[in-house]
């Protein structure tokens, strides 16, 4: 099945840095990744899409200067949360299809706990 | 108005029995419906995806689509403690940029032995 690698897997920064967050997709190609933002006991919510080669897809009051994506190559997808602040502090999981099989759905990387002080 | 609906629960029941996980999603043109599993502070897993009407079996899990009435179903046979978890719904809509997924807000299943 599809495989979906995100590092780091948790990251503390200091308020006002900014951290990069790396997702690959290990055994297939994906020209469309997905970046999801959870809060504790919240559902996911799609922060953008990200597309190979041209720009993301944000959506509505996703500050899009603020979450920087690039997706480069068909198997790599960045979000750099610039100018972190503590409100910034979250669960942040990629998500990228298979276009292989419609059986493998979406998968998802194991996501990267970010804490801003 | 949100598109896709869960009862946040919690759900409990009992070791062995059949835990019955509903969900249901807006007018519009529907495409695919998938229940992913999250354990606490881990990222969501894919246990079912269907496209369908009617049922779709794997193992302990049985997924059930009905269109018309728009409601998706998930039906964990044989409950196990493990399977304590949230469940989340997600629907990708036909003519949606991209092949995005709308979630619901998921479904506490607690197992108690």
């Known amino acids: 099945g599809a495989v979906v690698s995100q590092h780091p897997s948790w990251v503390i920064c200091k308020s006002g840095t900014s951290v990069k967050i790396e997702c690959r997709s290990l055994?297939?190609?994906?020209?469309?990744m997905f970046w999801y933002r959870q809060f504790p006991k919240q559902s996911l919510m799609l922060m953008a899409t990200?597309?190979?080669?041209?720009?993301?897809?944000?959506e509505q009051g996703v500050e899009k200067d603020k979450f920087l994506i690039n997706h480069a190559s068909l198997t790599l997808s960045t979000l750099t949360v610039t100018s972190a602040h503590p409100e910034d502090s979250s669960f942040y999981i990629c998500?990228?299809?298979?276009?292989?099989?419609?059986?493998?759905?979406?998968?998802f990387g194991s996501g990267t706990r970010l804490t801003v002080v | 108005q949100k598109e896709v609906e869960q009862n946040s629960g919690p759900l409990s029941v009992p070791e062995g029995a059949i835990a019955s996980l509903n969900c249901t999603y807006s007018?519009?043109?529907?495409?695919?419906f998938f229940w992913y599993r999250q354990y606490s502070g881990k990222s969501p897993e894919l246990i079912m995806s269907?496209?369908?009407?009617g049922d779709k079996e794997d193992g302990r899990f049985t997924a059930q689509l009905n269109k018309a009435s728009q409601y998706v179903s998930l039906l964990i046979r044989d409950s196990q403690p493990s399977d304590s978890a949230t469940y989340l719904c997600a629907v990708r809509y036909g003519g949606t940029s991209y092949g995005k997924l709308t979630f619901g807000q998921g479904t506490i299943l607690t197992v108690h032995p």
């Open positions: 269907i496209y369908s009407n």
């Open positions: 990200s597309n190979e080669g041209s720009k993301a897809t944000y």
């Open positions: 007018d519009r043109v529907s495409q695919s």
């Open positions: 055994d297939f190609q994906a020209t469309t």
């Open positions: 998500s990228a299809r298979d276009s292989r099989s419609d059986n493998y759905g979406y998968t």
